[in-house]
């Protein structure tokens, strides 16, 4: 049972979306995706030193994956219109299971990463989770249905506890349905993301319509309980950004590279919302500091940033190519674009110089692995498909 969670051992805060708080080597050593299916399962790659994937053990998450809709059908490729559906925090590996409103929880094997043991799928509040954030302690999710918002719970190495009550979002659009209406003609949870500095968790929600912005709902973390406020602390509407998606927080800041599906990707700094003394909700100069808008995206929806460089790299689900953006200016930098025959890319992950990517195919429908070097010129590396020709699949994460 989960009695240790009732007791919290004294916390501390590490940043870890860059591997801070373990002394990780940055040598990626197993892939994670999800089936996102009834049954769901997860689908885990052993990486060899030379980068190879090797063929995947499938491991069952004990809930069932969900698809969102679109102007009246199943939405596809990109299932659960969301970033950080499946994650990895230490050695336990998270995800969400949208049809069956819990997440699960899997203790990783060090000696063989591809052995996950299954801790519990735990029951969520909130309807179609398909995001989720970890930190040391705490599980936070989103979720994108009916009842829609941010829920936490307290983890340890025996599982999740009760997750708490539901925070609704700035955009708290109650026309939402379950599964939820990705056509973004009602506002639609999209990602949750600690932020680097680990003060805050950022909810991104897209606007309804495409005519009004989307918004960001910023609440603090305790340091010392590791608990997030139920209250907010602050919230913006993000102007021109129409259909604000999912990306990555910037390490030791209060920044986000974040992608717009309908224009490129922006980078806010959410500082001025951490304390609640930005009351003034339609003021929001502060914290829109960039707007790259990429010539020529389709659907930009997923983004990570190479730490080595300072560059953000965009993935489009309709496009085979990554647009770099130096994350300091928003200023496009350089394009790569890839012969390995995908026609675009849903969630990735950059680990020291390798991109992981979930890639797309349409004709015939097909997901695969995509590994791309990052350094130097950036260059295909190769591309596996996902075996069983799961079309609902979604989420990427990397064991270090
Ligand atoms: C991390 O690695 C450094 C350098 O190898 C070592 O000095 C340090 O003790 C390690 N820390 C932990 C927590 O393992
Ligand atoms: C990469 O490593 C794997 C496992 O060790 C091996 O089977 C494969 O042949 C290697 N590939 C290349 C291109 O060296
Ligand atoms: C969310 O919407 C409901 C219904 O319109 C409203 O009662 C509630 O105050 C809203 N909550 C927030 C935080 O905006
Ligand atoms: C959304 O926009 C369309 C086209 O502009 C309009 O017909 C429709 O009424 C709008 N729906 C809502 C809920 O505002
Ligand atoms: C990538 O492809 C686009 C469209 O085909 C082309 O305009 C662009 O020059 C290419 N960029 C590079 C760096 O090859």
């Not at 090797?54 to 299932?79: F, L, M, R, W």
């Not at 800041?253 to 001025?272: E, H, I, R």
Request: glycine share 10%; charged share 15%.
């Amino acid at each position: 049972m989960l009695t240790l969670l009732t007791a919290l051992l004294p916390y501390a805060f590490l940043p870890t979306a860059y591997g801070a708080c373990i002394n990780a080597s940055s040598n990626p050593k197993a892939v994670y995706t999800m089936t996102n299916d009834v049954p769901n399962s997860i689908l885990a790659f052993a990486v060899s030193t030379n980068l190879s994937l090797e063929i995947p053990v499938s491991v069952a998450t004990g809930g069932n994956g969900g698809q969102s809709i679109a102007k009246g059908v199943p939405n596809y490729p990109d299932t659960l219109a969301s970033g950080h559906s499946v994650e990895v925090f230490d050695r336990y590996l998270f995800n969400v299971n949208a049809g069956s409103n819990s997440v699960s929880m899997f203790e990783i094997a060090i000696t063989d990463p591809t052995q996950l043991r299954l801790l519990g799928a735990f029951p969520a509040p909130g309807d179609f989770p398909v995001s989720l954030a970890v930190a040391h302690s705490i599980v936070c999710v989103g979720f994108a249905g009916a009842r829609t918002g941010v829920s936490c719970a307290p983890w340890d190495s025996t599982g999740i506890g009760s997750f708490d009550l539901i925070r609704p979002t700035a955009s708290n659009d109650t026309r939402q349905v379950t599964p939820p209406d990705v056509s973004f003609d009602i506002a639609c949870l999209t990602d949750i993301l600690f932020t680097g500095d680990g003060s805050a968790l950022v909810a991104v929600a897209t606007g309804s319509n495409i005519s009004t912005d989307s918004t960001l709902t910023v609440w603090p973390l305790d340091y010392t309980t590791g608990q997030l406020a139920l209250e907010e602390s602050g919230r913006a509407s993000l102007p021109g950004i129409r259909v604000g998606f999912s990306g990555a927080s910037l390490p030791g800041t209060s920044q986000l590279f974040l992608t717009d599906g309908l224009t490129g990707a922006f980078v806010v700094d959410t500082a001025s919302l951490y304390h609640g003394d930005d009351d003034d909700d339609d003021d929001d100069d502060d914290v829109l500091l960039s707007h790259t808008v990429v010539p020529g995206q389709i659907a930009s929806c997923w983004a990570q940033v190479h730490e080595e460089t300072g560059l953000g790299f965009i993935a489009d689900s309709n496009l085979n190519r990554f647009v770099q953006v130096d994350v300091s200016t928003g200023e496009i930098r350089r394009t790569f674009n890839s012969t390995n025959g995908n026609d675009g890319y849903l969630d990735v992950k950059i680990v020291g110089d390798t991109l992981f990517a979930l890639g797309v195919r349409e004709q015939p429908r097909a997901k695969f692995i995509s590994v791309f070097d990052l350094a130097g010129d950036v260059g295909d590396v190769e591309n596996v498909p996902i075996p069983g020709g799961d079309v609902l699949g979604m989420g990427l994460a990397v064991f270090v």
